[in-house]
C-alpha cells in the first residue's frame, strides 16, 4: 500500500520532470525571468508588481543593514571578527578605487560606490542559495545601477565644470572643425554605450551563470535517467564555484567603472 | 515579463530599494566606519610622531647623561689630584716638625748631661776635699782650721785641672 503510494508519488514527478525538460527552454526561462509575487496596480504606465527579484533585492538590503549594524554597534577604536572583515573590504574600496579614481572632489560620491558594490555582491551572492534567485540577474536592476552611475557622473560633470564646460567635454579639442558633426555624436555614444555596457555586462554575466547551471541541470532531465547526475553534479559544482568568483569580480567591475565614469566626468576637459 | 526588456516597475522599486539603502547604510556604516578609520590613522600618526618626540628626547637626555658623567669624572681626577698634592704637603709638613721635635729633645738632653755632670763633678770635688781634709786630719794629727783646708785643697785640686 504505502509502496504503491510512493512508486505513484516518484512516477508523478518523474513525468513533471519530463513534461518541463520537453520545453526546456521553458524550465529556464522561469527560472531566470522575474515572477510576480504580490500583484499591484499600474499607475500611470508603470506595473508596480512585486517579482521574486524585488524581493531578493529586501532580503540583500536586509542582510547588509543588519550585517553592518550588528558589526558596527559598538563604537569600538579597532574591530573585532566580522567588523573587522567589511572594514578591510571598505578600506579596499576607500583607497584602491574611490580615492586613486575620484580624488578629494570625488568623495562626496563615495557613498554611492560603497553602498552599490555592497548590494552587487550580495545580490550577486544570493543567486546562489538554493531556491533564491540574483536580483542582479535582472536587467531592469542592473539599468537601475547603471543609471544611477550615468546620473552622479552627469551632475558631477556639471557641478564641476557649470553646464557650457559640461558640453565642452563632448568636443574633443585640437580637431578641424569639419570634423565634429561626426565627432560629438561618437563622444555621445560613447558616453550612452558605455553606460549601456556597464547595466548588460553585469546582467548578462549573472544570468549567463544561471543559465549554464540550469542548462546541465536540465541533462538530467532531458535523458530521463539518474545514471548521468553524477556528470552534471560535478559539472554544477564547478559552475557554482566559478559564479562566486564571478559574484566577486562583477561586484568590483561594477564599482571600479562606476568610479572611472565619475572620475571621467570629473576630469577637466583636454 | 521579457528578459532584455527592463520593467518599468523593477526600475522603481530597484532605484527605491536602493536609495533607502544608500541612506541608511550611509548612517549605519560608512559614517561610523570612515570615521573610525580616520580616527584610528589619526591616533597612530599621534603615537608615531609621540615616540619619535619621546627618541629624541631620550637621546638627549643619554647625550646630557655623558656629559655629566664626563665632567664628574674630571672632578673626581682634579680632587684626587689636589689631595695626592696636599697629602704631600702635609706629610712633608710632619716630617719637618718631627725632626724639630728630635733636635729639641737631643738638645735638652744635653743639656741635662751636661748639669748631671757639672753637679756630679761638684760632689765628686766636695767628696775629695772631704776625704782630704780627713786625711791630713790623721797624718798631722790635728785638724787645720777647716776654711786653711778647704783653701789648700782647693788650690792643689785647681792645680790638678790645670794639669788636666
Known amino acids: ?53 524585488i524581493i531578493m533585492m529586501w532580503i540583500a538590503s536586509a542582510l547588509l543593514i543588519s550585517a553592518f549594524t550588528l558589526a558596527f554597534r559598538k563604537k569600538r577604536q579597532v574591530p573585532h571578527g566580522w567588523g573587522n572583515m567589511l572594514e578591510s573590504v571598505v578600506v579596499y574600496l576607500r583607497d584602491d578605487i574611490i580615492i586613486p579614481n575620484l580624488g578629494d572632489e570625488g568623495w562626496k560620491y563615495s557613498t554611492y560606490l560603497f553602498t552599490a558594490f555592497f548590494f552587487i555582491l550580495v545580490c550577486n551572492l544570493l543567486g546562489l ?60 555614444m560613447s558616453l550612452l554605450s558605455r553606460h549601456i555596457a556597464l547595466a548588460i555586462r553585469l546582467f548578462a554575466n549573472m544570468m549567463g551563470g544561471h543559465i549554464s547551471i540550469l542548462s546541465i541541470m536540465s541533462i538530467i ?10 556528470f552534471p553534479f560535478f559539472l554544477i559544482l564547478f559552475s557554482a564555484l566559478l559564479e562566486i568568483l564571478i559574484a566577486l569580480i562583477q561586484a568590483y567591475v561594477f564599482t571600479i567603472l562606476s568610479a572611472v565614469f565619475i572620475g571621467l566626468a570629473l576630469e577637466e576637459e583636454h | ?17 536602493f536609495i533607502a539603502l544608500l541612506i541608511i ?39 646630557e647623561q655623558a656629559q655629566i658623567i664626563k665632567t664628574a ?65 790623721k797624718l798631722i794629727g790635728r785638724s787645720l782650721d777647716e776654711k786653711d783646708h778647704k783653701v789648700i785643697i782647693s788650690e792643689s785640686l785647681s792645680k790638678l785641672e790645670d794639669m788636666n
Open chain 1, 1 to 53: 500500500m504505502l509502496y504503491n503510494v510512493a512508486a505513484k508519488a516518484v512516477e508523478q514527478t518523474a513525468a513533471q520532470a519530463g513534461a518541463e525538460a520537453g520545453g526546456g527552454s521553458e524550465f529556464i526561462m522561469h527560472h531566470i525571468l522575474a515572477q510576480p509575487v504580490i500583484k499591484l496596480p499600474t499607475i500611470w504606465g508603470i506595473d508596480l508588481t512585486i517579482t521574486n527579484h
Open chain 1, 129 to 188: 542559495v538554493p531556491g533564491a534567485t540574483s536580483a542582479t540577474g535582472d536587467i531592469g536592476v542592473t539599468t537601475t545601477l547603471a543609471l544611477m552611475t550615468f546620473f552622479i557622473g552627469q551632475y558631477a560633470g556639471i557641478a564641476k565644470h557649470g553646464l557650457l564646460g559640461y558640453f565642452k567635454n563632448f568636443i574633443p579639442s585640437g580637431l578641424p572643425v569639419f570634423i565634429l558633426p561626426i565627432m560629438v555624436p561618437v563622444e555621445v
Open chain 1, 221 to 230: 532531465f532531458i535523458f530521463k535517467s539518474w545514471i548521468v547526475a553524477p
Open chain 2, 1 to 17: 515579463m521579457e528578459l532584455l526588456t527592463p520593467e518599468g516597475g523593477t526600475l522603481f522599486w530597484t532605484a527605491l530599494t
Open chain 2, 25 to 63: 547604510l550611509r548612517k549605519v556604516a560608512w559614517h561610523p566606519i570612515l570615521h573610525m578609520l580616520e580616527d584610528r590613522e589619526h591616533r597612530i600618526k599621534e603615537s608615531l610622531d609621540k615616540a619619535e618626540k619621546a627618541r629624541i628626547e631620550a637621546e638627549k637626555t643619554l647625550a
Open chain 2, 73 to 137: 669624572q674630571k672632578t673626581a681626577q682634579e680632587i684626587i689630584g689636589k689631595s695626592q698634592k696636599s697629602a704631600e704637603s702635609i706629610k712633608e709638613d710632619i716630617v719637618k716638625r718631627a725632626h724639630l721635635e728630635a733636635d729639641k729633645m737631643l738638645q735638652k738632653a744635653k743639656r741635662d748631661i751636661e748639669l748631671s755632670r757639672d753637679k756630679a763633678m761638684e760632689d765628686i770635688q766636695e767628696l775629695a776635699v772631704n776625704l782630704s781634709m780627713m786625711a791630713t786630719e
